[in-house]
């Protein structure tokens, strides 16, 4: 369980400095709720947004390096923004429960001597129980690969470098400082707290889907969570149709309503071993299978399929949910995701999109609005903050109707 409350970047691409939310940096800003989407015109940002939270992952599996020449960003020089010889940075603040103390997360990459990405400062805080108020203390500190990490659920030290709490304090020295180094204590049972967060980043789920991935062969093998691009949606569905039949009817049932000639969905294992979705329609005796669908059929089914899934991943991030989707669709799945995540911590969803028919299901608080600045570099506002958005939409003006006639953003 967890989710953001906030998050901060710097010096990546287009996003010179924006923070979202509530950060440890920046106590006044008001913690991201459970769905936060980002609107705003093409170039300002919002696909770099989405790549962000997809580089973070990226660095967790794969390292820095890596990282930077993955899914085409070209590599440090370019991913960083122009004219600035200052390290990448991000700030994450996060929370498992209500009633549990934030954990600050802030990563610093840069290049070493030899122009290689490195991790130049990794650092993890959070309060202990009988802080009531006061910096929080650092539990894991990183500065290139060397520093310490403590123990247990409790103690750290202050910025001065003074040791508070009885958790065991432990001197690290990493042989890569090209990887993270969560990665390495947060699989050790000792460390807790790191074990806890790195198990909340690994259950993030950054949605690429593709038709044309989703339409590719695809063999039986059962599985629980959609891939990045959708191409395992046939494995997905069988998963879901043999473990949790319920769960799969409430998918058809959301998908009917929709697209209202759809009789049946069902996974169909072939006899060479490949696996095929079976769609039968109203006014047709044969069926039609996945590889035939359209764009629109696929990914709807597909975003049914994640708001279902028996074990949720706690962050969902989905890129234009509107592309290939019939207008009047998206209000109601914007509606769906609200719904599926609630008010607790059990899941989080960040959408960026160009519609203001999804925005029309929203409330101002969860909208945020990417424009650029006079330097080029993209800022970032929330709906609410406004003049007239939050009165007009108390008022029942839809959010994405004020949108579309430029009332904001």
């Not at 040791?163 to 969560?182: P, S, W």
Request: aromatic share 12%; net charge neutral.
């Amino acid at each position: 369980m967890g989710k953001i409350e906030g998050i901060r970047i710097e010096n990546y691409g287009s996003l010179k400095s924006v923070k979202l939310g509530k950060l440890f940096s920046y106590q006044a800003g008001e913690a991201l709720g459970n769905m936060t989407t980002i609107i705003g015109p093409s170039g300002t940002g919002k696909s770099t947004v989405a790549d962000a939270f997809g580089f973070l992952a990226d660095c967790l599996d794969k390292g820095v390096e890596e990282a930077c020449d993955m899914n085409y960003r070209g590599g440090f020089d370019r991913l960083a923004s122009q004219n600035s010889s200052a390290p990448i940075k991000f700030e994450l603040y996060y929370r498992e429960t209500s009633n549990s103390r934030p954990i600050t997360y802030e990563l610093e990459i840069d290049l070493d001597n030899k122009d290689r990405p490195y991790v130049k400062l990794e650092r993890l805080r959070m309060r202990q129980k009988t802080q009531a108020k006061g910096y929080p203390l650092t539990f894991l500190y990183l500065a290139g690969g060397k520093g310490y990490a403590y123990e247990g659920k409790e103690s750290g030290e202050t910025d001065a470098g003074v040791l508070e709490g009885a958790g065991r304090r432990v001197e690290v020295n990493l042989a890569d400082k090209r990887k993270l180094g969560i990665s390495t204590y947060g699989t050790m049972q000792e460390y807790t707290r790191i074990v806890d967060f790195l198990d909340f980043l690994k259950s993030w789920y950054l949605c690429y889907f593709s038709p044309d991935k989703a339409r590719q062969e695809q063999f039986f093998a059962p599985h629980p969570h959609l891939n990045r691009t959708g191409s395992n949606i046939n494995n997905v569905a069988h998963y879901m149709y043999r473990e949790d039949r319920a769960g799969f009817d409430r998918v058809l049932a959301d998908i009917q309503k929709k697209l209202k000639g759809i009789k049946e969905i069902t996974p169909s294992p072939m006899d060479d071993k490949r696996i095929v979705l079976r769609f039968l329609e109203e006014g047709f005796s044969e069926p039609f299978y996945s590889p035939r669908m359209s764009d629109g059929t696929l990914k709807l089914f597909a975003y049914y399929l994640l708001l279902n899934e028996h074990t949720p991943r706690q962050l969902v991030f989905i890129e234009e949910p509107e592309n290939g989707l019939y207008h009047q669709y998206l209000a109601d799945l914007a509606i769906e995701l609200r719904k599926g995540v609630g008010t607790g911590f059990k899941k989080q969803v960040f959408v960026t999109t160009h519609s203001p028919f999804f925005v029309n299901a929203l409330e101002p608080k969860d909208v945020w609005v990417l424009e650029k600045g006079e330097d080029g570099f993209s800022q970032v506002k929330r709906a609410s903050d406004y003049d007239y958005v939050k009165s007009m939409v108390d008022e029942g003006v839809s959010l994405g109707d004020l949108w579309f006639s430029q009332y904001f953003g």
